[in-house]
């Protein structure tokens, strides 16, 4: 099996997302907490996945993290 450059993946595991993005996977676990029903999330049975560039825009639109 090909593995997939982080940076070409379409979804990303919260620790994945925590390497990409440069957050805590605790500060990460709070943000997907607070934000439960925001488009960047996907449910892949009881895993969080995390839509790279959804997540990415929401960066994009804070002050905070």
């Known amino acids: 099996m090909k593995d997939i450059p982080i940076w070409e993946k379409y979804t990303l595991t ?3 997302a925590s390497e990409y993005f440069h957050i805590g996977e605790k500060r990460l ?4 907490e607070e934000n439960n029903s925001a488009d960047f999330l996907i449910l ?3 895993r969080v996945m995390i839509k ?12 905070i993290i």
């Open 29 to 32: 676990r709070q943000i997907i």
């Open 14 to 16: 919260v620790r994945e």
């Open 52 to 63: 790279r560039k959804h997540f990415e825009r929401f960066i994009d639109e804070s002050s």
């Open 44 to 46: 892949n049975g009881n």
